[in-house]
């Protein structure tokens, strides 16, 4: 089996990384942060020098970045991974970044005999330590299956949703709904706060109806709910994702006043200073800005 | 057993009461529509002649009527239920209405001696039929005891939320998410169109994260992806309750950016002719006004 | 001349009906207030006993009330103004209310051969204090010419709009756009603010191209941004405005994004205790909620 | 008097180059479409060859280009004018691109003893024509004085709104109230022509209190309000600069609600196929959207 380039170990990547080198692939692993770097050496990983040479080494290189901007000087230039790799070469991205970017990418691989798999994470954090991810993947039927051990070895549940872009636009509809839920229940549970309610008995019965939702259901209870508002994904990443999500709705011209309210209640709470939160924590930044009293329930408590 | 008044016999109160009767109740009922108060008397009802009537023969008098307007009607002034009916009487009213006109309500009936229940529905006028219906009830304990019988003939679910005026609002807190959840659903999903994703991949990843939500998961596939906007709940309905919400949540001071956005989307649909359709069928309004193909799934699908 | 039976003497009904006493006009008034009441008499006016006696006496009766239910307490019902007045008697009503309220009063009053006028004011209390307010009348061309002469007493600008209902509407699409002006230039000056540019250098521009606007030249300089949020006109009674517009167009199936997100954001201010200051000071609610400098001028100052 | 550069030749830059060949200034244009070149050439400019030629023969460059993509590789890299100009040369960039891509640039320029002058243009391409454009320019005092005597020739009007990057910054802040004026209005006649009222009568009263407005009262009746959307400034171009403002609120953390509601009503407007006509015609979108009758006055019509 040949090597592996990995670029980028923040923290997903890092754990991504590790659970790759501890299930047996030999890694050529790149970041800006020593530390992380000599981590993945102690697990067996080689540090690569440059680009340029892990594009050389390597027959796929991952790369696990902030944005687009980054992902395209790594990948892009004459000390990019295209300028460098052989042909048949693949670039497996895991970032979050513009699907437009990800075409242009792809554009710039084929020109050249190369291919891209984007293939995006969900879940948090925690569950890439765990080797639990979820990967959302954009590629051809033969990079997938090129790509498919990697993605085994770092997650529990692996989604072909198409091909190269599909990936990470099937990301972005789907944080949509799941940063939107932490807004509308947000709201609900300000207007059950206010109304005087009990919040176990609201809950109860959203529980029971179709207004039932994952968020709902299993992150809130255990984050905001339970006064717990660490973060294992916070309001600026959500905030970041409703960005990509808004930038690309536009370019496709796809009207939604929803994601637009969602993202100006998220753009409102980081400039009160709740961005470093868990995004399950727009409840408390809705209640505190409108004076109404947090919602909580008892630690421990599960629905009836 | 002493006799039950049941004023309205519409799409809800007909099966409504129809299952009253059938299970062992002595109704009287009203309604201006006579072939309704016809088919009652058909299963054992007797017709009451006037409100004052029903009010001074009925210990109980249950109202389902379209809105405030005409439950106060009923109920207030010289001819209406408090004004005639004895001492120690209750109002159940389970029409949906402003839950400032159910304290009005009760407030009235606190000075003479009554009592309100309010118990609004859940679920869809087919589940009325079959007697499986959800209630949310304000209710003090004892109240709450005199009617359980009845609501349990009416329905499955019975959730007991706080005193008076608590079921009303419980149903306002569910009722903003469950129709909010649709226009989310249609706005991802017209994005996921105009992405060219797969619809049925798309959906699959939302079902497996937590993104997932009781619309998604139970109404959608069955109405509108399927290509079926027959009504169980109409854009129309769902716009009057997101109008008690909205005038709800102003008059407690609750901002509810989400709220306000997705109301306007319904009217924007409801000016477009797309009121009398069922309330999944948002995503077509959405995708039609936008000239984005209409997200469908094969019928009979079911998530792998 | 005949008598002129005036009801309502709040900060607006006052000096409206005491400019009509020092013109020459023979009142009878009526409020919950007795000092009000006295300071008209004063000035030459009749207290009237009860809202039927003052029907009966006076041919035209000016109704100046808080909202649509108060209007019709007073004009409907066995001791109101319709009940009592003779026939061709004329209701003035100049609260501002809920157009489909005024229709109501117009088809009674049409029914009874009587007719309505609405006119609801236009300008602040101090412009009402010197007799310069500004009308919208809703009225057919005979009774806009009785009412005209009152008018000209308490006003310096006239406007004919159409029939009965079409000044209030009037009022409604005005306000509309002067409120929404102050969330707009809030917003702009917000971003000017965190933008660090001099914001006598922005008004200025703005000024100067097609964004200039009333609420930005008139209102703003000597309000808000000169540091002086006494209200001429309330965030409460805005809101209140705002609330009539939705439902307005909600009750029209007009979609109004925009008046939504307003109505939100003046919802926001009133549950962060901002509800009694001037309207323009929407703009340091934003400010103050987002963390940004509030924007200020020189006292005095006035664009180059 | 030294030469000056000119890149970019479109619909503004072409006017805007020919009013300085004609005022005697000496210039060096370049552009994609050699048409435009030939027609300054005829006005006595001459062709540039490369843009590194143009930076080494010209002290000062104008830039007038699409987007911050095309003015960054225009600048920066080995083939750029910062790469190639003297020190002491000057960058003008008159685009309207997003304000920290005017900061990298004035951080690259000054690393190298450069500098830049942001100057975006306010006013319609027929005021270019004429040479009777608006700017606001950011620049420091003494590249403000190299930079007045261009600006004087191409223009009427000229705002130094502060440093480099308040030119941007300031055209960002005005436009965001100029298109968002074009929807308050949009949705202001909506609601008065569903209330049936009569339009001039409608914008009379609007023009006579704070509801005035530079679009209502300039842009509108001339074109949309007159049947005509033939463009001066299209819904295209207006939606790309609230996706500047929106990005760049986003990036400051300045909430916009109302930006976000406009943002969603010009993107709807691009879905349906209204792009390419006049801003003032989203008042015809949101009317046809919502089968509402386009508001119209006679051509000609001026408000009494």
Chains 1, 2, 3, 4 share one sequence.
């Not at 039927?141 to 770092?154: G, S, Y």
């Not at 509308?184 to 939702?213: H, K, M, P, W």
């Not at 993202?263 to 924590?281: H, K, M, N, T, V």
Request: net charge neutral; with cysteine; charged share 20%.
């Amino acid at each position: 089996m040949s090597k592996i380039g990995f670029i980028g170990l923040g923290r997903m990547g890092k754990p991504m990384a590790a659970n790759l080198c501890q299930k047996g692939f030999e890694l050529v692993v790149m970041d800006l942060n020593p530390d992380a770097v000599q981590d993945l050496q102690r697990l067996g990983a080689s540090a690569g020098s440059t680009v340029a040479q892990i594009a050389r080494d390597c027959a796929i290189v991952v790369t696990m970045l902030p944005s687009s901007i980054e992902v395209e000087q790594v990948a892009l230039g004459a000390d990019g991974i295209f300028a460098n790799a052989a042909a048949g070469s693949l670039l497996l991205d895991m970032s979050t970044i513009d699907p437009l970017a990800t075409d242009r990418l792809q554009a710039e691989a084929l020109r050249r005999g190369m291919s891209v798999v984007d293939a995006p994470v969900g879940r948090l954090a925690e569950h890439a330590d765990r080797g639990e991810s979820l990967f959302m993947v954009g590629a051809s039927k033969t990079d997938f299956a090129r790509v498919k051990p990697l993605l085994d070895a770092m997650g529990t549940t692996v989604y072909h949703c198409g091909d190269v872009g599909a990936g990470g636009r099937t990301k972005l509809v789907n944080n949509y709904v799941a940063v939107t839920l932490c807004q509308v229940n947000a709201e609900a549970l300000a207007l059950s706060q206010r109304f005087g309610l009990d919040i176990t008995s609201t809950l109860q019965v959203l529980y029971g109806t179709s207004a039932s939702n994952g968020q709902l259901r299993m992150n809130f209870p255990n984050k905001v709910l339970a006064g717990d508002t660490t973060p294992g994904f916070t309001i600026d990443l959500a905030h970041k994702d409703m960005s990509l999500v808004i930038g690309a709705a536009h370019a496709a011209r796809v009207p939604m006043p929803v994601a637009a309210a969602v993202y100006e209640s998220f753009s409102l709470a980081r400039a009160s200073e709740y961005g470093r939160i868990d995004f399950s924590g727009i409840a408390d930044a809705v209640c505190d800005l409108a004076r109404i009293e947090r919602p909580r329930v008892p630690k421990g408590w599960v629905a009836g």
